[in-house]
């Protein structure tokens, strides 16, 4: 079998397994059963909104202090 045989026959394989590989794939897509929407299931409820009247008077915010100190680096 000579090279200009072989790339032809390689050739020839080749585009059967690509043709193979779509009727494959559109022989097992499924087709979409009828229209459907996004809110079919149970009905999606939300909670009552809450406003209070009252605040807190002040906010609790934590000082941040230093636990250890860094003495100053010797100069030579």
């Given at each position: 079998m000579t090279s200009k045989q072989l790339k032809f026959v390689s050739a020839t394989i080749g585009a059967a397994g690509v043709i193979a590989m779509g009727a494959l794939g559109a022989a097992f897509t499924a087709a979409p059963?009828?229209?459907q929407t996004v809110g079919d299931g149970p009905e999606i409820t939300l909670g009552e909104t809450t406003?209070?009247?009252t605040g807190q008077t002040e906010i609790a915010t934590p000082v941040a202090s230093p636990e250890v100190t860094a003495e100053a680096a010797p100069t030579a």
């Open positions: 059963e009828g229209a406003t209070s009247t």
